[in-house]
């Protein structure tokens, strides 16, 4: 099998092979073939660990986003106090320095918090959104592996015997 699927879409060929499964006659059991399925399977724990791994991704996206930014706010403050020591040598400009020198540092800080924020926020999103679809796999995984189970050992059910009913009941 090609790995080049999702694994919503093994999952819909894992269930394919047991709604195609050839019916036990007088019971609940189904003959599926065993190698096709393992195939399946095989192709799902190949995938599944690529998802995980595109998760870890974004973590780290997510950490070099931030580093990224304290780098450029802590450029961003030097280079505001080199400012103000060149101003400060100028008498009458020292108040306009230290004004515009904490408007760049706090308009800085406001732009890495709101960085910050906004990636964290596109992190969670992008977890909560894997987090939901491993779970909604998993969910599956177990319908699928109780449904085979249940196949496995459901007991043979006979038909039961209804009384007859009497001409004018």
Known sequence: ??????????????????????????????????????D???DMRMVLPMEIQQAQKVVMDKNNIIADAKREAENIIRKAEQRRAEL???SDIVK???RRATEMVSAEQ???????????????????????????DLSHIDALRAGI??????PVNQPAMQPMEKPGE
């Open 1 to 38: 099998m090609e790995n080049s699927y999702s694994i919503e879409e093994l999952i819909e060929m894992l269930e394919d092979l047991i709604n195609d499964s050839t019916h036990v006659p007088f019971n609940k059991k189904s003959m599926v073939d065993v190698d096709k399925m393992n």
């Open 149 to 154: 189970n249940g196949a496995q050992s459901a």
């Open 96 to 98: 306009e320095a230290r």
């Open 110 to 136: 406001n732009h890495c918090a709101d960085l910050r924020a906004s990636t964290n926020d596109y992190v969670d999103k992008m977890l909560q959104r894997i987090g939901e679809l491993l779970a909604s």
């Open 40 to 42: 399946v399977i095989q």
């Open 88 to 90: 400060l040598e100028e």
